[in-house]
């Protein structure tokens, strides 16, 4: 069973940037596909982006696409998501998974392992 844990959210500007990362223990990353989800107050969790084995495929939710990029670096078993032009819509609690094999989804029962979460605010 892999551990995921999830750092660097936070308090930040609207208009501002954050990185997250999603480091990993008790299994190599290297052989699976990687997600990004988030769960806002009162609202269901909803996918933000994915990414293949490789890194060389890439698939984003409409709602952040051109502003939020994912990428992996599979020799640190380390997920990212930077964030820019940040909006008070993006504010939630962002959890990283590790998926049951290579390909991205965008379902949250194609990812087996999830991390606890890092609280991200944007504020107005």
């Known amino acids: 069973q892999v551990q995921l844990v999830e750092s660097g959210g936070g308090l930040v500007q609207a208009g501002g940037s954050l990185r997250l990362s999603c480091a990993a223990s008790?299994?190599?990353?290297?052989?699976?596909?990687m997600g990004w989800f988030r769960q806002a107050p009162g609202k269901e969790r909803e996918f933000v982006a994915a990414?293949?084995?490789?890194?060389?495929?890439?698939y984003y939710a409409d709602s952040v696409k051109d502003r939020f990029t994912i990428s992996r670096d599979n020799a640190k078993n380390t997920v990212y998501l930077q964030m820019n032009s940040l909006k008070p819509e993006d504010t939630a609690v962002y959890y990283c998974a590790a998926g049951r094999d290579k390909y991205y989804t965008r379902s949250e029962y194609g990812y087996a392992s999830w991390g606890q979460g890092t609280q991200v605010t944007v504020s107005s």
């Open positions: 990414i293949n084995w490789t890194g060389g495929s890439t």
């Open positions: 008790g299994r190599t990353l290297s052989s699976y596909a």
